[in-house]
């Protein structure tokens, strides 16, 4: 059964610095989105992005925050200058259509 | 950001007999449910959705029961498997829009 990838599981960096966090959405699905959940919360949305451009954000989404699908099959999302509060599971997703979204397994993101 | 609510954080059922998972929303605008299961280190993974046009959906051992007057949806599963044992998401979406807002969760445990 085809399923969306996520690399890396898990990545570290310090705080300031930028991260790129990398998927590979199921190669028909036309909708890909970003989410996070903060260790004890719920899963938040971040941003969902259709025919090369984003399409729906949260308040989250900020300055910050970017998306880009750079070629036919990846879909980053890059955090430009790390807090701590970013230290999180971010999620990525895509769908056919507007449901139901599936969902990859994730990665780890630990600010230092 | 209270829109979606499972009130138990955690429930245990015997095998083979039925679990009962509980959602409650306070959106009127949502107009589609989703359930996704989650196991450790793994991303949701996607179970069983209803429109809010219909009161029941069916797929083999699990079914979703909608009372929109409640605002309350249900997820049964039967006969409950040790495979279930997972964190169960409800996620609700409005129409016309893409993302997902989800409850905190409830931890299904099965035991033999």
């Known amino acids: 059964e085809p399923e969306v990838t996520q690399t890396p599981s898990h990545q570290v960096t310090q705080m300031g610095q930028e991260v790129i966090l990398r998927c590979v959405p199921i190669?028909?699905?036309?909708?890909f989105y970003w989410y996070r959940q903060i260790l004890g919360q719920k899963v938040e949305f971040l941003v969902s992005?259709?025919?090369?451009?984003?399409?729906?954000k949260s308040e989250i989404f900020d300055d910050q925050f970017s998306v880009e699908r750079p070629d036919g099959s990846n879909f980053t999302l890059k955090i430009r200058s790390t807090k701590l509060e970013d230290s999180a599971m971010y999620f990525c997703?895509?769908?056919?259509?507007?449901?139901?979204?599936?969902f990859g397994d994730g990665t780890r993101l630990s600010i230092l | 950001d209270q829109q979606v609510k499972q009130n138990s954080p955690s429930l245990s059922v015997q095998e083979g007999r039925i679990s009962i998972l509980n959602c409650d929303y306070t959106?009127?605008?949502?107009?589609?449910f989703l359930w996704y299961k989650k196991y450790p280190a793994e991303g949701p993974t996607f179970l069983i959705s209803?429109?809010?046009?219909?009161d029941k959906n069916e797929d083999g051992r699990f079914t979703v029961f909608l009372n929109k007057s409640a605002k309350h949806l249900s997820l049964h599963i039967v006969p409950s498997q040790p495979g279930d044992s997972a964190v169960y998401f409800c996620?609700?979406?409005?129409?016309?829009?893409?993302?997902?807002?989800f409850g905190q969760g409830t931890r299904l445990t099965i035991n033999p």
């Open positions: 997703a895509s769908s056919i259509n507007r449901q139901p979204q599936h």
């Open positions: 190669s028909n699905h036309l909708y």
């Open positions: 992005f259709y025919n090369n451009e984003i399409s729906e």
């Open positions: 959106n009127s605008m949502f107009d589609y």
């Open positions: 209803i429109s809010s046009i219909k």
């Open positions: 996620a609700a979406q409005i129409q016309g829009a893409q993302k997902l807002v």
